[in-house]
């Protein structure tokens, strides 16, 4: 169910439905803050996420090692540095967002879980010239809904 206000899993409160598709399903785990995104990858990637029903965060990227996400499947297949292959539909745990709305302005590639822990979030949105990425690094944060090939 679509909603006006979403409260954040972690205790915060996001109003004016900024994603679109925010939802508050009644699931304490995962209600809260949660949105569909996309994941472009290689087929075999794609098999292996398939087959595990998990994502792991990459090593390195704009913001860091973590599980980067779009908003649409062709957002995502443009963006991917992995090939496109698959695309990964998921449902996005973010929590306390930190928002970089100018990435090109210096480095955060040192971004990680535990750095963004002691400041009290969960998660990046880089606004990117590109589309925002949708970035978090803990494999918990995401329920993979299905994996579909070309």
């Not at 006006?4 to 995962?30: L, Q, R, S």
């Not at 794609?46 to 090692?65: A, L, N, Q, V, W």
């Not at 695309?87 to 971004?111: E, L, Q, T, W």
Request: net charge positive; glycine share 14%; with cysteine.
């Amino acid at each position: 169910m679509a909603t006006d206000t979403c409260v954040k899993f972690a205790g915060y409160i996001v109003t004016g439905n900024i994603f679109g598709n925010c939802e508050c399903d009644g699931d304490d785990t995962w209600s809260n803050n949660t949105i569909t995104l996309y994941h472009a990858t290689s087929s075999t990637a794609g098999d292996s996420i398939e087959r595990s029903g998990r994502m792991h965060p990459g090593t390195r990227g704009i913001f860091g090692g973590g599980i980067y996400f779009a908003r649409s499947e062709s957002e995502a297949r443009y963006k991917s540095n992995h090939g496109s292959g698959a695309i990964v539909k998921a449902r996005v745990r973010m929590g306390h967002i930190k928002r970089i709305n100018d990435p090109y302005s210096g480095y955060h590639n040192n971004i990680s879980y535990r750095g963004l822990k002691n400041k009290g979030y969960d998660s990046v949105i880089g606004h990117m010239r590109s589309g925002n990425e949708y970035v978090v690094y803990n494999p918990d944060q995401v329920k993979v809904v299905g994996v579909y090939r070309r």
